[in-house]
């Protein structure tokens, strides 16, 4: 198989028959690396340093920009910054109406929640549905000090009344187009893509 025409699964999504090649490429790998590098010095300019702060990312592409923003932040400050990892899967609001058999893995907060400024990380602000069950599953450990939002891409259409503080990129987009954002931890490149919506995605 080409390069090009991998099918890439998106985390509790499924990308379909639609190759790479009919994707449209909105951001590329060095506008995610700067939006990247800009999202870390933002979150350490507005929290003035690094005290009790923590970056959660929500699995699973969420979890390797919190990495690289960890990465980032410790660069700048010569600080070591507590990471976690929230699975949002048993907190979705339309777990009921799946027939589906969800596939949960491990939430790791290993920190004091209580005393933390948690980062919360997701590569995609959509509708909002997913940052409130990420939300709802960081205060299952405890009551942060404050949540601030990052995310590579802000595509809008919300549903919730959530706002990212740190944004990657904002994307005007149609309702019925989707925004693949691709990482080389899990797909062999950096890039955000636009395409439309397939019939497996409904």
């Not at 990308?15 to 506008?31: L, P, S």
């Not at 907190?91 to 920190?111: K, M, N």
């Not at 400024?117 to 942060?144: E, H, K, M, N």
């Amino acid at each position: 198989m080409a390069k090009e025409d991998v099918v890439y699964q998106k985390s509790g999504s499924v990308a379909g028959k639609a190759t790479r090649k009919e994707w449209r490429k909105a951001v590329d790998a060095d506008q995610v690396r700067r939006s990247i590098t800009r999202i870390s010095h933002e979150i350490i300019e507005r929290n003035g340093g690094t005290k009790h702060l923590a970056v959660v990312g929500i699995r699973t592409r969420g979890e390797y920009l919190a990495q690289r923003i960890i990465t980032q932040i410790e660069s700048i400050e010569g600080q070591k910054i507590p990471m976690g990892v929230v699975d949002i899967t048993l907190y979705r609001d339309d777990i009921a109406h799946s027939t589906e058999q969800p596939l949960v893995r491990a939430t790791s907060l290993p920190f004091d929640v209580d005393r933390s400024t948690i980062i919360l990380v997701d590569d995609v602000l959509f509708t909002g549905r997913t940052i409130r069950a990420g939300l709802d599953a960081i205060t299952d450990f405890g009551r942060p000090r404050c949540v601030q939002l990052a995310v590579l891409v802000d595509r809008g259409h919300r549903e919730l009344p959530i706002r990212a503080d740190f944004i990657g990129k904002s994307l005007p987009t149609a309702r019925h187009e989707v925004v693949e954002v691709c990482l080389t931890e899990s797909d062999e490149e950096d890039g955000v893509f636009i395409r439309d919506k397939v019939k497996k995605d409904k």
